[in-house]
């Protein structure tokens, strides 16, 4: 049997929870089944060049500029001289738009679209009117929980028929089983001790995270647990403003931002707790939350987006309202003062990451989600 043939196409990928799945997803397919090729309207970023080398083909910067109407025939002309079966695109408002007239340029059968947010940072659906005017070519829309389902049958008003549930997904492996030397290096580096009480927030600096509720909670605490340290990992646009406001107050010595990091696992082993305060936008199924209750780290996030999917609260882990620096710090003052005992949380938590979201599940949903619009079920 002929593999299926699937292109996947988005604006570029560099760092971030949607960069990640993607990059598992590319890993995990059997190739003896599927043939992919990856293609990017610009540079292709850190995660986008290493998938183009690990694929069967793959091109980037097939965009040249912002009316580059020769964008649609080069993608066109990718699709077509790759037998493209299935195109793949996540919710990049370009990748949708070019995606879309390319493959039915190309005569591309199938289409498929993978929504990785819940509406806008400005409060706008998380689909354009144009993406919206597309969408009925497209054969299956994946939302990444049940409630995600919801949001957009609801929202964005896609007919339910054609909405895939396929949850992201991590190596729970990764994540428990850290070498002992990669941790004492973290700590050595960051002057941890057994002492500390230690934060960790893992997230691109974008505003929907809500990093300030996290910088004045700690600002609080810090007050009266001088032992307290809060790690900040992640890259973004908000980097440079978070630096300024921890020099500005002096708290260097107890809030790092770390930026970008290949070490997160062995981070993760470091901290006592992990949070996500985050507004009501955006947000849908963080990857950092599954990679901390895979540590057994206990996490206090947001009931924001599909975060209650993840967490019971109080059962495997404790939820806040959105960007809630009361909550927020309540939870966390409990536990540096009142010695929690978080062994249950922790238990749940994983049985949870191992039961709905392990790479190899939502590998194994997608390849069920191809084969069955290629009808090969």
């Not at 493209?84 to 408002?93: A, K, M, N």
């Not at 893992?202 to 609080?220: F, G, Q, Y």
């Not at 309202?321 to 536990?335: H, K, Q, T, V």
């Amino acid at each position: 049997m002929s593999k299926i043939r699937i292109s996947f196409v988005a604006d570029s990928l560099d760092f971030g929870g949607t960069a990640n799945v993607v990059r598992e997803l590319v890993h995990g397919l059997d190739r003896d089944r599927f043939a992919l090729q990856q293609l990017f309207l610009k540079e292709a970023g850190s995660v986008g060049t290493r998938l183009i080398e690990q694929s069967d083909n793959g091109a980037d910067a097939l965009r040249k500029g912002r009316y580059d109407v020769a964008t649609l025939f080069r993608i066109a002309g990718k699709l077509r001289s790759f037998s493209t079966d299935i195109l793949y695109t996540v919710d990049h408002h370009n990748a949708i738009f070019w995606g879309t007239f390319a493959s039915v340029m190309a005569r591309t059968p199938k289409r498929v679209v993978a929504s990785h947010t819940t509406g806008r940072i400005d409060g706008s659906p998380s689909f354009s009117r144009t993406d919206r005017w597309m969408l009925p070519r497209y054969d299956s829309i994946v939302a990444l929980s049940a409630s995600h389902a919801g949001y957009l049958s609801d929202t964005e008003g896609i007919p339910v028929n054609k909405i895939d549930i396929i949850e992201n997904g991590i190596d729970p492996d990764r994540y428990e089983h850290v070498p002992p030397e990669a941790i004492q290096k973290c700590r050595e580096e960051l002057g941890l001790t057994d002492e500390h009480f230690v934060v960790l927030m893992t997230a691109v600096m974008r505003p929907e995270k809500a990093h300030s509720v996290t910088l004045r909670v700690a600002r609080r605490l810090i007050r009266n647990h001088r032992n307290l340290r809060v790690l900040l990992v992640g890259d973004g646009p908000l980097l440079e403003e978070v630096e300024k406001w921890i020099s500005r107050f002096a708290l260097d010595r107890y809030i790092f931002a770390l930026g970008r990091r290949t070490d997160v696992p062995a981070l993760l082993k470091t901290a006592n707790v992990m949070v996500l305060p985050s507004y009501p936008a955006v947000e849908t199924l963080p990857l950092a939350v599954i990679e901390a209750m895979a540590s057994g780290v206990p996490v206090i996030a947001s009931a924001v987006g599909s975060v209650p999917d993840m967490i019971e609260d109080e059962y495997s882990g404790w939820l806040i309202g959105p960007a809630d620096l009361d909550g927020l710090e309540m939870r966390l003052r409990n536990l540096i003062e009142s010695s929690t005992d978080t062994r249950d949380i922790v238990a749940n938590a994983r049985k949870t990451v191992h039961e709905r979201y392990t790479t190899a599940r939502m590998v194994q949903l997608y390849a069920r989600l191809f084969e069955r619009l290629m009808q090969r079920e």
